[in-house]
């Protein structure tokens, strides 16, 4: 319950109290997982974003500084805590904290600092490092309160602190890093100029003015860095405007900002605008394609060159112009742009090919021996020509895959080639590129490798490598085998199409079935309601051919000439009435006497646990299994009646037959027919129920079965319980007789001790007992608590 204790400090109404509880939560939650959980969870963040809001947000002091220190705390690095940050809706809370005016001047030390820590804040919620999943609902989240739009507001505004304009920069990359959607938007956003321009173009100028900081090109290049990311759109829009269809010369595009960068004399320009261009060019075969049909006018009278041609002239034109200064960083940076360029294009590597002078200079810069700069260049050429035999296409003669390693065999040594190559990635600066996304460098020297080229690098080192090595016999092989696999792959694709088309065709036969299905639930419905109907007009039927047979038997009686067939076919149908109304009694009778033996069962299902405690199960069940067996033989008796019954009314259809042929007329031979039909259909009804009856008696034999298993499984549970109770009562006498042994050598033990001490004391030996010792024990007591005392 600490830290619930100190959580209720920040409720104090003493600030002081409530300011050093503050400080005190910063240093328990610093790298301390378990007690953040435990602080987020005690409603922390509701607290601290009061406090925030009370103090004034950003226009606070130093007590908003340590709520975000003690937020930063708690949200970075952990998971479950950003979680809850976003579910519990605090994301919306923070966007007033980014509210500015128009005039942003005179900006204190201390809202400084806390904008800053609160653009942190939003970086710890979107940041590269997290779980991609959190991270897009975070962005999500963002744009959808309006916290991006308000940072595109602070991007935009006149008057920011460089220090806070910067990392709004860095903030806004991360947020719309990845997010199709936070990515369109801030293609929209434009600068509050006349005309308006681009938010994008904006920036970019920013990025290639020497002026300016270098920390804020730093973070304008990793913007437009995480514009692009997965954001083919956005490619393609930054390559368009370099295409000449395209290109308006009365206004600044990105296009050619970044051409502007990439040949002017400023090598940190060069090197931001050529890896801007490799960024718009990542992972999208299209664009690659697309940029080759770039032309660049490089003096009048001159035909103009393609922007591939003209950065390999930069990089072949010698002491003149590509070793003045730190030209090392220009020409690290052109090679990045065409190994990203030309890697996956066999269409670009064949027109980086097509120029005669390209490869002699690759192959001439890597034999040479030169310094340490000088040998990542070598190894960035070395990728380079891997680049151009790995993606080749073999479409030039003079520049074929194998021609190229015989090249690379003869002028430079194999072995050689894959040192060279090999340099690129123990490197330093390339491991440190290689750690994160965001370009942080310490000094413009330093800024050598791009985050998603160490990707491309470590992509290619190895199948370079063994390109390399590779004979021409190996590669036919792998061709042969690549052209096999080719038509595996097509076959199965074939296939992966007709089980696709076999599952359409499965799914929509499953709905059909699922229709039919309710189309006959429906129709069953109504054929059960117009059956119940039907048994409603038969019963109505019935009823009126009673009625009408009553009538026609009294009319019968009334006449004096009857003869003496119908009195006797008169008699035996009183007798079977009388025969079948008993039959219903002993029908009732036997409902009866199913319903005592369904409650019967019922209780001895319920009381199926208690029957082994004793023999009573036993008994019940053989009452049941005799009043099973007797209801069976009334069945059977029911059953003989029946057929008794039929053959009588058989007799007397004959016997009718005769009669009515003889003497009946015609109003008699249909009365008789009426009383037979009844009689049949009464016959019928107790057919039927003598069917329900047998039913029942099944069921009540499955019943009995069932009863009967459980209580043998109860009764071997009652076995194996007398087992392990037999069991334990050997192990209480065992104990018992352990127990009586021990008090045995107790005792001898306790009377040897006595002997001896007899013995001693004989012997003159001043021996105590265990009376004395006592005494002796509690005179010390007293002599002490009297010490005490004094």
């Known amino acids: 319950m600490g830290v619930s204790r100190l959580m209720d400090l920040l409720a104090d109404s003493r600030e002081v109290i409530r300011n050093d509880g503050l400080l005190l939560l910063q240093q328990l939650t610093k790298g301390n997982a378990a007690i953040q959980k435990i602080v987020a969870f005690e409603n922390a963040f509701e607290r601290l974003l009061d406090i925030i809001t009370e103090e004034g947000s950003s226009d606070g002091g130093i007590v908003v500084e340590d709520c975000l220190l003690l937020l930063l705390n708690l949200l970075k690095n952990n998971s479950s805590n950003q979680n809850f940050f976003k579910e519990g809706s605090y994301i919306q809370r923070m966007k007033p904290w980014f509210e500015v005016g128009d005039d942003n001047s005179g900006w204190s030390a201390q809202k400084v600092t806390n904008l800053h820590l609160m653009l942190q804040l939003v970086r710890v919620m979107v940041s590269p490092v997290n779980s991609p999943g959190a991270t897009a609902s975070c962005q999500k ?53 006349n005309p308006p321009r681009p938010a994008i173009v904006v920036l970019l100028m920013s990025m290639v003015n020497e002026r300016q900081p270098f920390v804020l090109r730093c973070a304008v290049l990793y913007c437009f860095q995480c514009f692009l990311y997965k954001n083919q759109k956005g490619q393609g829009e930054i390559v368009a405007t370099l295409l000449p269809s395209t290109i308006d010369a009365n206004s600044i595009s990105a296009g050619q900002l970044l051409c502007g960068g990439l040949f002017s004399a400023d090598s940190l ?55 003045r200064g730190s030209k090392v960083q220009t020409r690290v940076g052109l090679l990045m742009l065409l190994c990203t360029w030309i890697s996956n294009c066999p269409i670009a590597v064949t027109h980086f090919l097509h120029n005669q002078e390209n490869v002699p200079f690759l192959t001439a810069q890597i034999s040479e021996n030169l310094g340490e700069d000088e040998r990542l260049v070598q190894g960035l050429c070395a990728l380079l020509l891997g680049i151009c035999i790995y993606y080749n296409d073999n479409s030039l003669e003079n520049y074929t895959k194998e021609k190229l390693k015989q090249l690379i065999e003869k002028r430079i040594g194999k072995e050689n080639f894959v040192e060279k190559l090999c340099f690129i990635t123990k490197h ?55 052209k096999t696999l080719e038509q595996h792959d097509n076959i199965v694709t074939q296939y992966k199409e007709l089980i696709r088309e076999q599952d359409a065709q499965l799914q929509e036969l499953k709905e059909q079935v699922a229709c039919m299905t309710s189309q006959n639930e429906q129709l069953q419905a109504t054929i059960t309601q117009q059956q119940s109907q039907i048994q409603q007009h038969k019963d109505q039927y019935n009823i009126l051919k009673l009625k009408l047979a009553k009538e026609n038997q009294g009319q019968s009686n009334s006449q004096g000439d009857g003869s003496q067939v119908n009195g006797l076919q008169t008699e035996e149908l009183t007798q079977l009435r009388e025969e079948v109304e008993e039959l219903r009694k002993q029908h009732s009778l036997l409902q009866t006497q199913l319903g005592d033996k369904d409650a019967l069962i019922s209780s001895l299902k319920s009381g199926a646990a ?119 009562q050997t192990d209480v006498q065992e104990s018992k007789k352990e127990q009586d042994d021990l008090l045995m050598l107790l005792a001898d033990q306790d009377q040897k001790i006595t002997n001896l001490k007899k013995r001693l004391k004989e012997l003159g030996e001043t021996v105590e007992d265990e009376d004395d010792l006592d005494t002796r024990d509690q005179t010390d007591d007293d002599d002490e608590e009297d010490e005490d005392e004094d």
């Open 610 to 728: 208690q029957t082994a405690e004793g023999p009573a199960g036993g008994s019940d069940n053989t009452e049941l299994l005799q009043e099973l067996e007797a209801l069976r033989s009334q069945v059977q008796s029911q059953s003989t009646e029946i057929g008794q019954l039929k053959m009588e009314r058989q007799d007397l259809l004959r016997r009718a037959e005769v009669g009515c042929s003889d003497t009946l007329p015609s109003s008699d031979s249909s009365l008789d027919a009426a009383k037979m039909a009844e009689l049949e259909s009464r016959l019928g009804a107790q057919t039927s129920e003598m069917e329900r009856l047998k039913a029942e008696v099944k069921n009540l034999s499955e019943s009995r079965a069932e009863l009967e298993k459980r209580l043998d499984s109860t009764t071997s549970t009652v076995a194996i319980l007398q087992t392990e109770k037999e069991k334990l």
């Open 269 to 323: 320009s060069n090197w931001c605008a050529a890896v801007a261009l490799a960024h718009a060019l990542q992972d999208n075969l299209t664009q690659k394609e697309q940029l080759l049909r770039v032309q660049l006018a490089t003096s009048l009278g001159k035909p103009p060159v393609s922007l591939l041609q003209q950065c390999t002239n930069i990089l072949s034109q010698g002491d003149k112009i590509v070793r």
């Open 141 to 193: 989240s963002m744009f959808q309160c309006g916290l991006l739009q308000q940072l595109c507001t602070i991007l935009m505004a006149t008057g920011v602190p460089a220090d806070i304009l910067t990392e709004t920069i860095n903030t806004v990359s991360e947020v719309i890093r990845g997010s199709q959607v936070n990515q369109d938007y801030f293609a929209s956003v434009n600068a509050p100029s």
């Open 428 to 482: 330093e600066l390339y491991s440190r590129a290689a750690q994160k996304p965001q370009p942080v460098f310490p000094s413009p020297e330093q800024m050598l490798f791009d985050h998603e080229f160490t990707k491309l690098v470590k992509e290619l080192e190895g199948v370079i490598t063994k390109a390399v090595h590779k004979s021409s016999e190996e590669e036919k092989k792998e061709e042969e085998v690549k």
